[in-house]
């Protein structure tokens, strides 16, 4: 579906009342299309007639004319903390990508602080994670011990279906 169909759609959600598809339609969209500051800003719109002004203010965040206080909002919810703001923003690819100067600059700007603040160099592929560098986070580490309990799960079942038969 083409990102004016998606919009036309969600208009037509927002028409029906159906705010929790038009914000599904949103959000999908943004995430498979960062780069869209279009889409970025009516999912601001539609979350701001929520009165969601923390949402609001992380979705406009690199709007040409933003909310001041929402925009205050949002940076508080990530406790001030670049690297959060930077992951939040769920922006990937180069800053240079963004459509607007604005944009850009605040892209520019957040990667600054947060690389000031992480004492390292930061990229938007994997904010708040070395560039190059591979560690284990704990998503990995959770994967190895729920893959570990699913092994040893399998053979005490396997163990025990022999039981039976023997």
Known sequence: MTVERT?????????TGDVEMALTRLRSLVRSLPHRLDARERLADVLRLQGDAVEAGRWSYLAEHRDADEVAAFERACGDDPVRIMRALRWRGDEQAAATASAQQRLLDVRARAEAHAGKKLDWTSPGREVG???WDLAGVGCFLGGLVLV?????????VVGWIL
Do not use: E, F, N
């Open 7 to 15: 919009l036309a759609r969600v208009d037509d959600d927002l028409r």
């Open 133 to 135: 560098g591979s560690r």
């Open 152 to 160: 040893t799960l399998v053979a005490i079942g396997a163990a025990t």
